[in-house]
């Protein structure tokens, strides 16, 4: 048994039946040892719930990583990411979100930040990119619009606003990208944008 194992396992039952209604008795059984063998590796629930979170957290930083070596050009890449979250938020479960954040809200917080920031520094790169590369307007604050592009995205993700569905849908990440993307193309980068809405468009026929 490897704590890998634990954590692969925890993660599955979170995401299934969410944080509260899982004991540790639970995860035990569920790999098939004692829950005397699981505390030699984990303490409590509360550390399984950090190091469970960390490893997801880990886990989309090297999906987010492994776009990024494809050496896409910005648009492209910006394609990728909104298809890899979107993809994430589907094996996702609302309770799991409610339950970190009713019953660990500091732990959610720190995970909100530590995700916010992630995103907020992809965003940057991938503006400043863009200007270097000659794919958008070179008079836009790359600053500004990556704060109001993440706030954007997590405003979307309310579900007093959207339903759980509609946050999951492309149609929603597509229409979130192309808003941003038709208000910092240049005419070179519209052309690229217009060939992949093409290109996107022929793989639903």
Do not use: W
């Amino acid at each position: 048994m490897k704590l890998e194992d634990i954590l692969i396992k925890a993660h599955e039952l979170f995401h299934k039946y969410a944080i509260k209604s899982i004991t540790m008795d639970d995860v035990a059984r569920e790999l098939g040892i004692s829950k005397k063998t699981l505390y030699q590796f984990i303490m409590n629930k509360k550390e399984l719930i950090e190091k469970v979170i960390a490893k997801e957290v880990e886990t989309s930083t090297a999906k987010h990583e492994a776009i990024k070596k494809l050496n896409l050009n910005p648009i492209e890449e910006l394609f990728e990411f909104s298809k890899m979250m979107n993809e994430l938020l589907k094996t996702q479960n609302p309770a799991l979100i409610y339950d970190l954040r009713k019953y660990h809200p500091s732990l959610f917080n720190k995970i909100s930040e530590i995700k916010r920031q992630k995103a907020y520094e992809s965003v940057l790169a991938n503006l400043k990119n863009g200007i270097k590369d000659g794919f958008y307007r070179k008079e836009i604050n790359p600053d500004i619009i990556a704060k109001i592009y993440v706030s954007r995205i997590e405003h979307n993700y309310d579900q007093s606003i959207f339903s759980i569905s509609e946050i999951t849908s492309m149609d929603v990440f597509n229409e979130i990208l192309i808003y941003h993307l038709h208000g910092i193309c240049n005419s070179e980068g519209l052309k690229i944008l217009n060939k992949k809405l093409d290109e996107f468009k022929n793989q639903l026929i």
